[in-house]
């Protein structure tokens, strides 16, 4: 069965950092390219990071850049982001998705499978 299950959220307070982690099972990630999105309460979902499939392209929301870091670890199956500096404004469901890339680049759009989400809530 092919999933994405993403873990590491929690309840933070600003400032500080946390680290999520999106892992792949029933097919492995070297030949997808992978895209971490967030939806506020009451907001639609946005896009926030992503990575190609060869990990030599990465983009990221004016929001988070210079905060978040996207990475990947394909002998992990496994694909990370650092979010540092939290701001309350960051407090959403955090998603990862993927789809099937073989280019070097990624985007936020037409992907294949998502994971369930895990929620960040930043606050003090």
């Known amino acids: 069965q092919l999933q994405l299950v993403e873990s590491g959220g929690g309840l933070v307070q600003p400032g500080v950092s946390l680290r999520l982690s999106c892992a792949a099972s029933?097919?492995?990630?070297?030949?997808?390219?992978i895209a971490w999105f967030r939806q506020a309460p009451g907001k639609g979902r946005e896009g926030v990071s992503c990575?190609?499939?060869?990990?030599?392209?990465?983009n990221y929301a004016d929001s988070v850049k210079g905060r978040f870091t996207i990475s990947r670890d394909n002998a992990k199956n496994t694909v990370y982001l650092q979010m540092n500096s939290l701001k309350p404004e960051d407090t959403a469901v955090y998603y990862c998705?993927?789809?099937?890339?073989?280019?070097?680049?990624?985007?936020?759009?037409?992907?294949?499978?998502w994971g369930k989400g895990t929620l960040v809530t930043v606050s003090s």
């Open positions: 998705a993927v789809r099937r890339s073989s280019m070097t680049i990624c985007g936020y759009i037409a992907m294949d499978y």
């Open positions: 029933g097919f492995t990630l070297d030949y997808y390219a």
């Open positions: 990575i190609s499939s060869r990990g030599g392209t990465t």
